[in-house]
């Protein structure tokens, strides 16, 4: 009997070692397999897409500070205008060429410089900038001694679908070297100012762009 309830007992701990074993070896598949999950998640798009996110900020944020901003169009260091507000070299615009006109007499204006030099035959100027409503600044002036009166220069541009047709410098400053600003409100929905510029006699050509929030 002694010996019969030993041998059971040497049974029962054998089974019982056994069942440990099975239930560690079960342990540590369930862990493998979550940590084989961990790693799948880790690299899931969603990180690689935050990470998108993060550096398209980081490189808007240094090229296009947000507004309120003022844009210098053609060659130009930065400076501040004769309200104290700073202006940036040109950024944003697609296509185009460059003239520097030097210094000269503008009528108009507290801060000639901003006419001294353009951008000209460009096809567009995009801007990033959060949603919301916006006071566009589009600063003009005719320099070129090709242009002799009015029609000599006309084009069209588009302010975030607000359209201006047969626009002539000439015409609106009435003359040449003579500043004109239109100013445009427009409502920003998809995270950045568009403007787009269509010639029709000439090349179309914009001294300077102002992008102010709508207090
Ligand atoms: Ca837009």
Redesign the pocket.
């Known amino acids: 009997m002694k010996t019969t309830k030993n041998s059971l007992l040497c049974n029962i701990a054998h089974l019982a070692l056994l069942l440990g074993a099975f239930a560690l070896a079960g342990c540590t598949t369930t862990q493998q397999e979550r940590v084989g999950g961990g790693a799948d998640t880790a690299t899931t798009p969603t990180s690689t897409t935050i990470v998108q996110q993060t550096t398209t900020i980081t490189v808007d944020t240094n090229q296009f500070p947000p507004p309120p901003v003022r844009i210098k169009a053609g060659p130009s260091e930065p400076f501040v205008d004769a309200d104290g507000n700073p202006w940036l070299t040109e950024r944003g615009f697609v296509g185009g060429n460059w003239m520097d006109w030097g210094e000269r007499e503008i009528a108009n204006t507290k801060t000639p410089r901003i006419y001294w030099s353009e951008i000209y035959s460009m096809e567009s100027f ?1 801007y990033p900038l959060p949603n919301g409503k916006y006071i566009v600044k589009l600063h003009f002036c005719e320099n070129y001694d090709g242009i002799m009166g009015p029609g000599d220069r006309v084009f069209s541009f588009n302010v ?2 607000r359209e201006f047709k047969d626009f002539d410098v000439w015409v609106k400053a009435g003359g040449p070297q003579k500043a004109y600003v239109e100013t445009v409100e427009v409502e ?7 403007i787009t510029f269509t010639p029709q006699v000439e090349n179309p050509e914009i001294n300077g762009i102002e992008i102010l929030p709508v207090q």
């Open positions: 995009s975030e679908g920003v929905t998809d995270g950045k100012l568009d």
